[in-house]
Each structure stands twice: as structure tokens, then as C-alpha cells.
């Protein structure tokens, strides 16, 4: 999706996963505002820095820029039928947002790796 990610995360017994979460987002956060400072071939750039800037200053904890929102909507997977429903709504949604016709077109998506083991992101597999 162009503006949200899905992930069904886990953590290993002793872990966090607010932490985990945590670190994500302060890693790709600092990554992605790197690279859109050095690179100059991304159209957008000027503008996605003034966004990410202006809702930096609007918010205390951050220091120039702002790349994620502060809050998620976790989920607890309890059931197999809970997991299906929600890897079923990711898989679709980049279709229900008319960004490919079938969910394992979409190259950003675990979608293909579930049917066929290939996909531009691999993936460690959950089975329940």
C-alpha cells in the first residue's frame, strides 16, 4: 500500500514486541528519510521532507521529522480462523484499492510467496 504496511509479527520468548515494533520504525524511519535527503531522482522529495517535517513540529517527541504515526492498532492472533481472516484482508487490500487485479500480482505482498514460494519479499513462513 502507498501510505500503511500490515504485519503479522512474533517474537521469541524474552522479547518484546512493542520493542521490536519500536526499533522498526525507528530504523526505517531513519533509513527512508537518508535516502529521500540524498537522493534527488525521487520526484516527491521536496514535498514528502515538508510533510514529514511539518508533523515533527507538531509533535514533541520527535526532533526535525516525523515518518510514522505515533499510534498502531495491534491485534493478537488467538485463533487459525482469526489469522486467515486478517492474512486473507492483507492479501486483498492492495486489490480493493485497485492497485493489481489479483492479490499475487501485487510485488510488495506475501501473497505470492503463500501460493507459489516466489515474491519479490520472502518471507519466514507462519503456519498454523
Given at each position: 500500500?502507498?501510505?500503511?504496511?500490515?504485519?503479522?509479527?512474533?517474537?521469541?520468548?524474552?522479547?518484546?514486541?512493542?520493542?521490536?515494533?519500536?526499533?522498526?520504525k525507528?530504523?526505517?524511519?531513519?533509513?527512508?528519510?537518508?535516502?529521500?535527503?540524498?537522493?534527488?531522482?525521487?520526484?516527491?522529495?521536496?514535498?514528502?521532507?515538508?510533510?514529514?517535517?511539518?508533523?515533527?513540529?507538531?509533535?514533541?517527541?520527535?526532533?526535525?521529522?516525523?515518518?510514522?504515526?505515533?499510534?498502531?492498532?495491534?491485534?493478537?492472533?488467538?485463533?487459525?480462523?482469526?489469522?486467515h481472516?486478517?492474512?486473507?484482508?492483507?492479501?486483498?487490500?492492495?486489490?480493493?484499492?485497485?492497485?493489481?487485479?489479483?492479490?499475487?500480482?501485487?510485488?510488495?505482498?506475501?501473497?505470492?510467496?503463500?501460493?507459489?514460494?516466489?515474491?519479490?519479499?520472502?518471507?519466514?513462513?507462519?503456519?498454523?
Amino acid at each position: 500500500m502507498t501510505n500503511h504496511l500490515h504485519l503479522v509479527l512474533s517474537a521469541k520468548e524474552g522479547h518484546n514486541l512493542s520493542d521490536i515494533l519500536r526499533d522498526f520504525k525507528k530504523f526505517t524511519a531513519k533509513t527512508i528519510l537518508e535516502d529521500l535527503q540524498t537522493n534527488s531522482k525521487e520526484s516527491r522529495r521536496n514535498w514528502m521532507l515538508w510533510m514529514f517535517k511539518k508533523a515533527g513540529s507538531s509533535n514533541s517527541n520527535n526532533k526535525v521529522y516525523q515518518f510514522w504515526r505515533q499510534d498502531n492498532r495491534p491485534m493478537e492472533i488467538t485463533s487459525n480462523e482469526f489469522f486467515h481472516q486478517k492474512m486473507e484482508y492483507i492479501h486483498y487490500n492492495p486489490v480493493k484499492e485497485g492497485f493489481c487485479k489479483k492479490a499475487v500480482d501485487y510485488p510488495y505482498s506475501c501473497a505470492s510467496w503463500y501460493e507459489g514460494k516466489t515474491g519479490f519479499i520472502e518471507i519466514d513462513e507462519i503456519l498454523i
